[in-house]
């Protein structure tokens, strides 16, 4: 099977999740864009979705689901969301579409955060996968200098503006060994508004593809 194959099978299995007449909490990336794809076949089952960017409102939309405003929602039984890693405590890294503010806040509303992932996601300790850090971009420079004394080496990402108009700095070589530590941390750096470390509000529930199957996999 191919990696994207992977991706798919994850994603499907995530509907077996999905409580009737819901709001669907939708995260991003090319994962989550399978999740989607599979929600249309069980559009008149849910009230609809809160999505986490304009890519997976669009994607959304076009496909006939409603996207409500986070702030007209007050229940999200699940959110299913992909990661660019995920470690054995089920603290993972995000942002790699750059989405990763509107991610959190839509997970941090979530009673659930599903995690769905081809297997070459898991790790055993985050950090391989530069950590993106969503910074005003006045803040830029300051910013940079306060990563790079955390001992990490920050990147620009060149040509990326969030959805909320803001940048990425993608970290790299930043050794996580307390994920909760560095992902509190970071976001006291001001200009910081967030990072993509997801240690204090990790997933509940990964669906993990591999060869074998998809495996259902509660946090520890
Ligand atoms: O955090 C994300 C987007 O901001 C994605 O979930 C993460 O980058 C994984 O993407 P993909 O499913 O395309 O591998």
């Known amino acids: 099977?191919?990696?994207?194959?992977?991706?798919?099978?994850?994603?499907?299995?995530?509907?077996?999740?999905?409580?009737?007449?819901?709001?669907?909490?939708?995260?991003?990336?090319?994962?989550?864009?399978?999740?989607?794809?599979?929600?249309?076949?069980?559009?008149?089952?849910?009230?609809?979705?809160?999505?986490s960017s304009e890519a997976s409102s669009k994607r959304l939309a076009a496909l006939g689901i409603p996207v409500f405003d986070l702030n007209d929602i007050d229940r999200i039984p699940v959110y299913v969301d992909g990661a660019d890693e995920i470690d054995g405590s089920f603290a993972m890294i995000?942002?790699?579409?750059?989405?990763?503010?509107r991610e959190k806040i839509v997970a941090a509303v979530s009673e659930r955060f599903i995690c769905i992932?081809?297997?070459?996601?898991?790790?055993?300790?985050?950090?391989?996968?530069?950590l993106p850090v969503e910074v005003?971009?006045?803040?830029?420079?300051?910013?940079?200098r306060e990563l790079a004394r955390l001992g990490g080496e920050p990147r620009l990402r060149a040509g990326f503006v969030t959805d909320n108009g803001n940048?990425?700095?993608?970290?790299?070589?930043?050794?996580?060994?307390?994920?909760?530590?560095?992902?509190?941390?970071?976001?006291?750096?001001?200009?910081?508004?967030?990072?993509?470390?997801f240690a204090r509000r990790g997933a509940d529930l990964l669906l993990?593809?591999?060869?074998?199957?998809?495996?259902?996999?509660?946090?520890?």
Do not use: W
Not at 208 to 220: F, H, M, T
């Open 167 to 197: 940048l990425i700095l993608d970290v790299h070589g930043l050794t996580i060994s307390d994920p909760v530590d560095t992902e509190t941390r970071i976001n006291q750096i001001v200009g910081v508004v967030t990072n993509g470390l």
């Open 1 to 51: 099977m191919t990696q994207d194959e992977l991706k798919k099978a994850a994603a499907l299995a995530a509907l077996d999740y999905i409580e009737d007449g819901s709001i669907v909490g939708v995260g991003t990336g090319s994962t989550v864009n399978h999740f989607i794809d599979g929600l249309a076949s069980v559009r008149a089952r849910i009230r609809g979705a809160v999505s």
């Open 117 to 130: 992932c081809d297997a070459s996601k898991r790790v055993p300790t985050l950090g391989h996968f530069p």
């Open 136 to 144: 005003i971009p006045m803040a830029r420079s300051h910013v940079t």
């Open 208 to 220: 993990l593809a591999g060869k074998a199957g998809v495996e259902r996999i509660p946090r520890p």
């Open 94 to 101: 995000k942002g790699g579409g750059g989405a990763l503010t």
